[in-house]
Nanobody
Framework: QVQLVESGGGLVQPGGSLRLSCKVSGFPLANRPVGWFRQVPGKAREAVSCISRSAGSTYYADSVKGRFTISGENAKNMVYLQMNNLKPEDTGVYYC?????????????????????WGQGTQVTVSS
């Protein structure tokens, strides 16, 4: 059974850092891409970043490039999102999700409909 469990959210001041963790089970991390999305009330879920261990690739939304870093640890089946220089607009519920391995994934990673398993989410609030 595929499961994803996020942790690490919280309240942080602008300019601060947080590291989110996503524990995956039911599949080897090397077999499927894992992405991070975020959502605020009244808005669509927004792609943040994704890692594809099989392709050796990482992907980032323009809004977080240079500030966020995604990484994976195959032995522990963990995916991390290191978030630095946080801004108030980074506030939201952060979800990790996984999709079937797909060729040319770089063209599709931001499409939330391609992810078929989701975690429950963790709240990130950036505020002074």
């Amino acid at each position: 059974q595929v499961q994803l469990v996020e942790s690490g959210g919280g309240l942080v001041q602008p300019g601060g850092s947080l590291r989110l963790s996503c524990k995956v089970s039911g599949f080897p991390l090397a077999n499927r891409p894992v992405g991070w999305f975020r959502q605020v009330p009244g808005k669509a879920r927004e792609a943040v970043s994704c890692i594809s261990r099989s392709a050796g690739s990482t992907y980032y939304a323009d809004s977080v490039k240079g500030r966020f870093t995604i990484s994976g640890e195959n032995a522990k089946n963990m995916v991390y999102l290191q978030m630095n220089n946080l801004k108030p607009e980074d506030t939201g519920v952060y979800y990790c999700a996984t999709a079937p391995r797909t060729a040319s994934w770089g063209a599709y990673w931001m499409d939330s409909s391609r992810y078929n398993y989701w975690g429950q989410g963790t709240q990130v609030t950036v505020s002074s």
